[in-house]
């Protein structure tokens, strides 16, 4: 049993080795691009929305082709509530600082 966790956590870390490896060898490529004048300023507009608007959505669907099990669909549901639990304590403190102290109440 140990040695099962053991090889669990060993194929996580080369998992999560070679992730980080990718991120630094696209970090370098794009140091070197932009080193050897390939790309200017302008560009950066356009890489960033082709990024934003095809990459990112790509890279979502991609992570969420796995098997599900019923961990899985717990975690899911973790994040899920992590996620609106920090999203509504980002919405409370904007409008603390833009609207000032407590709730206002509006008539209308």
Not at 42 to 63: G, H, N, Q
Request: proline share 2%; hydrophobic share 50%; charged share 20%.
């Amino acid at each position: 049993m140990q040695q099962q966790k053991r090889n669990v956590t060993r194929m996580i870390s080369l998992i999560l080795a070679e992730k980080i490896f990718s991120l630094f060898l696209i970090m370098f490529m794009g140091y070197a691009v932009v080193h050897w004048g390939l790309l200017h300023a302008e560009d950066s507009k356009t890489l960033s929305l082709i990024s934003l608007y095809l990459i990112s959505p790509c890279v979502i669907i991609s992570a969420f082709q796995v098997q599900y099990t019923p961990d899985v669909l717990h975690g899911l549901l973790l994040a899920l509530a992590a996620a609106v639990l920090l999203v509504r304590a980002l919405v409370r403190r904007v409008r603390r600082r833009r609207y000032g102290g407590g709730r206002k109440r509006y008539r209308g």
